[in-house]
Structures are given as structure tokens and as C-alpha cells.
């Protein structure tokens, strides 16, 4: 897992949070459909390019990327399609794989999440190798700023401690991008983060395939 360090403080964290909030949810409704689109057609291609066979994505909330067209996508190309529950008393995340639109209920927080009485649970140890994570703010290094919950940190964690490895990346709107994220010892940075414009590599290390993807994106 890839760390960084430069400022050991939340309080940035906190401010900056309220402020992408609030950005993103003006960004006009027609506007995050079309660069939406723009994301899942790029991250699909990342993902076939790269191989994915068990992607994880999440459901979309507020004024989030819409994965819903990449999520469908991937139904038919026949793909499992894992997504996480979120378990507030641990403020842990449980994997589920979904077949369809219908598995998914309002969970904690009111984002939808796999209804346990009908998605498919995973078993400990089948791990997603790739996942695309939703955040409220992205730095072209990676930095990722979610709402606060450390669900993404504490999931890694434990990927990590499993020695399983994923592709990380983050989906996001070119408006999401700040110059630099306040990252705390525990967050670890993304491979890459995806707009409807362009890939942005994180720090070294990380995933060839997705600098390999980064070329070809940057010769279209
Ligand atoms: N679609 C989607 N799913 C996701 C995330 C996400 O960002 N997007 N998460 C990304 O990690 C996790 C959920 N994270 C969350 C963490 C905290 C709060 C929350 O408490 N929000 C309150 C503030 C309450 C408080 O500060 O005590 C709020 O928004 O009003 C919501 C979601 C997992 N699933
Ligand atoms: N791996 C971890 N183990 C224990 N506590 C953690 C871990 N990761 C994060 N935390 C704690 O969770 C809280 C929120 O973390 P952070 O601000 O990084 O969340 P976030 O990345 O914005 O949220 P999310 O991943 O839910 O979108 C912090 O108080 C942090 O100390």
C-alpha cells in the first residue's frame, strides 16, 4: 500500500469536504450525465484492457459519477459486479455481488447497497482486483477525499493484510480535481483517477496496465 503524508491534521480535511460538497452538487444535472458517460466508457476500457475479472464499483449517491452505465455494461458482458454494504457499528464494508438493479435497497445513509436477502455475499477471501472508488475530491497524484468515513481506508487495510492486490482507481469530475488532497498516514492513494477528460497516474508503483492505458488515452 502506497502512503502519503503532508498534513498530519483533519481540519483541512474537514473544510475542504464542505466545499466539494457543495461544488458538486451545482455541477448541472445534464452536464454529470454526459461526462458520467464519458467515465464508464473510459473505466470499461481500463477494465478490459487491464483484464478485471471480479470489478468492485459502488451505486451512485447524491451528485456522484453515475457508474450505472458501466455497471450494465458489465451485466453483459457477463462480469460479476461487486458492491460494497456498509456496517456503521465497524465502519467496515461488506462485498456482495449483484445480478440487477433490483438487489439493491437503501442501506446506512440512504445509499443504495446490496439487500442481503437477495445479493449474493462474498465469501472472505474473494476479493475484488479492481476497484473504483466514488470520493468527494481527487488530486492528479492519487489523493482521494471521501466523506469522512474511512470505509475505503479501512477496506484497503484489510485487502492488504489479505495480500490481496487491485487496480485503485478513482471516478471523479474534472471539477473534483483540487491540486492537492490533505492526506493523513492511513490514506492511501489511488493508481489513477478517471474524468471525463483524462487519466491521471498516481504515484509510482502503482499498476503498469493503467499507464499503459494512460498512453493510449493520451494518443486519442
Ligand atoms: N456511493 C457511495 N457509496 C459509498 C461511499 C461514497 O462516498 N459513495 N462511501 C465512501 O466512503 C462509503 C460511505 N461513506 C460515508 C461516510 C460517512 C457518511 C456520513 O456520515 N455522512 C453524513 C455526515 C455525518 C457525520 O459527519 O457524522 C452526511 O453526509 O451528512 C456518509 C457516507 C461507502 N459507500
Ligand atoms: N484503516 C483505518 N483504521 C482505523 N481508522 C481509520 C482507518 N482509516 C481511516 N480511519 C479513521 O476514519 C476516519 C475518517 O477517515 P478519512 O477522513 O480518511 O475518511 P475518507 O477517506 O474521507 O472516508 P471514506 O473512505 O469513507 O470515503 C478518521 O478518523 C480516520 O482516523
Known amino acids: 500500500m502506497k502512503q502519503a503524508t503532508n498534513d498530519p491534521s483533519s481540519e483541512g480535511k474537514r473544510a475542504l469536504r464542505q466545499e466539494m460538497r457543495t461544488l458538486r452538487d451545482r455541477l448541472d444535472a445534464a452536464s454529470r450525465d454526459a461526462w458520467s458517460a464519458r467515465v464508464c466508457d473510459r473505466a470499461a476500457r481500463w477494465l478490459t484492457e487491464t483484464g478485471a475479472a471480479r470489478p468492485m464499483l459502488y451505486a451512485p449517491w447524491r451528485s456522484e459519477v453515475d457508474t450505472g452505465p458501466l455497471i450494465e455494461r458489465l451485466w453483459r458482458a457477463g462480469l460479476p459486479v461487486l458492491l460494497p454494504r456498509c456496517e456503521p457499528a465497524t465502519r467496515a464494508m461488506t ?72 487496480g485503485w482507481v478513482g471516478l471523479a469530475f474534472e471539477a473534483q480535481l483540487v491540486a492537492r488532497v490533505p492526506l493523513q498516514p492511513h490514506d492511501a492513494a489511488m493508481d489513477a483517477v478517471m474524468t471525463e477528460r483524462a ?21 486519442a
Open 95 to 166: 462485498l456482495y455481488r449483484i445480478r440487477s438493479w433490483d438487489e439493491l435497497m437503501p442501506g446506512a445513509y440512504g445509499i443504495r447497497e446490496p439487500d442481503p436477502r437477495r445479493a449474493t455475499r462474498c465469501e472472505e477471501g474473494e476479493w475484488p482486483d479492481a476497484v473504483l472508488a466514488p470520493g468527494l475530491a481527487f488530486d492528479r497524484d492519487g489523493g482521494r477525499l471521501g466523506y469522512g468515513g474511512g470505509y475505503y481506508d479501512r477496506f484497503r487495510e484489510r485487502m492488504d493484510a489479505a495480500g490481496a492486490d487491485a
Open 199 to 219: 487519466v491521471y497516474i498516481g504515484p509510482p508503483g502503482g499498476a503498469a496496465p493503467i499507464a499503459k492505458a494512460h498512453e493510449e488515452e493520451s494518443e
